[in-house]
Structures are given as C-alpha cells and as structure tokens.
C-alpha cells in the first residue's frame, strides 16, 4: 500500500486492515512515497519524516509494516519499480497493490500501469455502497481480471484535513494512531 502518508491515519490503517482480512495476506507493507511524481510541488513533511510517522503508526502489529523501498531509492516513486523490487524480493509470492476508488480512475495515467497489473492485483477499496457501477466499470477496463473490490466501511478521514487541524492546534488523537498523534504533538510534519 503506498502513499504519501502526509501523515498516516486511521483510514489507512482500516484499508490496509481491511484488505489482509478480505484477502488472506501474510502481511501489508505501507510504502510512503519519496518522491511522488502526481505531486510535482512535493510534500512539505520530509519522506524521514514520514516513514518515522508510519512505523509509529504501524507499531507493533505483526501484520502490517513500514516499509523504506521508495526513500531509500533516488528519483520519483513509481509503484512499478517498487513492485519489481518487491517481486525480486520475494519470488513467487502473490502480491496485491491497495489503493482506494479514488486513486483507480487515474490509474491508467501512473507510469507503466500495465506492468503494475501484470506483477500485482488491484485491491480497490469500495465507495461507500458496495456496487457502485462506475467503480464495476473502471475496475474491469482499468485492470480487467486482476482487480478485488474490497468492502470496507467509510472512514471519513483524509491527511488533508488532518495537518489542517494540527496547524490550528486542534486535537486529532481520534484520527490518527496513537504513536502518530504523539509525533504531530512533538512538531513532526510542521
């Protein structure tokens, strides 16, 4: 699951969650973004900055981990290239790629999505309302065949909002993970 994690919440946490028990995963890497190329005028937390975020968030759960493959690698992030390193990695795994609805309608746009598809299925997050005839559509045209809808409750929480109310000073322990929370509090992502 990547992303820019600007910072991770709980609706991260929730699909990531969401997708190892609808799909039976061994575990889910959270991937932030060091460089996203759909963000030309970047992300103004450091991707250090992030990552420690994301461990934080992570903590202790034997599921999910924070993953460093995008940081440690120069130049933009693109899913392809960590997907190969990840397949290298670990040959002969199946792999998913997690994404919400949202980000599927620009998926043919990411740098080479057929390769994507052809290393990892899509696990899409449903919209509120499981069916949706757009999402049916874009998930059998975008990636046909290699796309799993999961049905997840709306978590309405965006990292948008979240630095927004960290910047009025405004208590977000609801939101986000309690590590992460503690890590706003102390001047990470400002």
Known sequence: MGGTFDPPHDGHLALARAAAAQLALDRVLLVPAAAPPHKPDGV???????????RAAVGEDPLLEASAAEIDRPG????????????AENPGADLWFILGADQLAGFPT??????IVELARLAVASRPGAGDPAMDFLAGTVAAGR???LDMPEVPISSTDVRA??????DV???VPAGVAALLAAGAGS
């Open 44 to 54: 103004a937390t450091p991707a250090a900055t992030r990552l420690a975020m994301v």
């Open 110 to 115: 990411w740098s080479r999505p057929d390769r």
């Open 147 to 149: 796309v799993d809808v």
């Open 76 to 87: 933009p992030s693109y899913t392809a290239d960590t997907l190969e390193d990840i397949a």
């Open 173 to 175: 322990s609801h939101l």
């Open 165 to 170: 109310r960290v910047s009025r000073g405004e």
